[in-house]
């Protein structure tokens, strides 16, 4: 069956600090990925989106991601977070022009 | 482009009321999506539109919950008979033809509360 994983519920990190945000994926064919953020009340921002070549993908807000076909993962990273970063982020996959299929996210705290 | 818009953003309702809800896409967009969301959870998919045709319908989607796409532009999705497991965040997404036909544009979202 096709899912997605994000082991991390809830992560605090302090202002400054660099960020990872975990992303594992289960599909039978190649993937198309992504990853949104949600703010508190919101609908959902799209950061970034892998869907071939470049295995290192750079989004919006100094976000990125890499892909790794062999570990099945597509993890978000940023090298200083900001305050305006704290939010809930979602990973999710698709295959192409289909329903995306998400992982229940991460919430992110930002400690000053 | 004014980006997806969602009406009503917020509806309480009581219980075995039916309600409906209003999705606009982005113009031009010829893909419309609802997901659902609950808290603590992802969005999870309701059904979707190519055009006026709706091509594919979750499981979620039980008898009392119906969408339409009369025209091709906006949706709407009604719930008949809510139920207080209903509550939860109803999100729309569009997306379009041509090189960014994966990407989901979504809405704010409405959500809805039943008593």
């Known amino acids: 069956a096709q899912s997605v994983t994000q082991p991390d519920i809830h992560i605090t990190v302090s202002e400054g600090a660099s960020l990872e945000l975990r992303c594992n994926y289960s599909?039978?064919?190649?993937?198309?990925l992504f990853w949104y953020v949600q703010s508190p009340g919101q609908g959902l921002q799209l950061l970034l989106k892998y869907f071939s070549g470049d295995t290192l993908v750079q989004g919006i807000k100094g976000f990125e991601a890499e892909f790794k076909r062999s570990q099945s993962s597509f993890n978000l990273r940023k090298p200083s977070v900001h305050w305006s970063d704290a939010a809930e982020y979602f990973c999710?996959?698709?295959?192409?022009?289909?329903?995306?299929?998400f992982g229940k996210g991460t919430k992110l705290s930002v400690k000053p | 482009d004014t980006g997806v818009s969602q009406d009503p953003r917020h509806k309480i309702t009581k219980r075995g009321q039916n309600v409906t809800f209003r999705c606009d896409p982005i113009?031009?967009?010829?893909?419309l999506y609802w997901y659902r969301q609950t808290l603590g959870q992802g969005p999870e998919f309701l059904t979707y539109f190519q055009n006026e045709a709706q091509l594919e319908k979750s499981r979620l989607l039980s008898d009392r919950f119906s969408a339409e796409r009369p025209k091709g532009s906006f949706s709407t999705l009604e719930i008949q008979r809510t139920e207080q497991g209903d509550s939860a965040m109803y999100l729309c997404?569009?997306?379009?033809?041509?090189?960014?036909?994966?990407?989901?544009?979504f809405g704010p979202g409405t959500r809805l509360t039943v008593l």
């Open positions: 599909y039978g064919a190649t993937p198309y």
């Open positions: 999710a996959v698709t295959r192409s022009q289909g329903n995306l299929i």
């Open positions: 997404a569009s997306s379009g033809p041509g090189l960014f036909a994966n990407e989901q544009f």
């Open positions: 113009s031009e967009h010829n893909r």
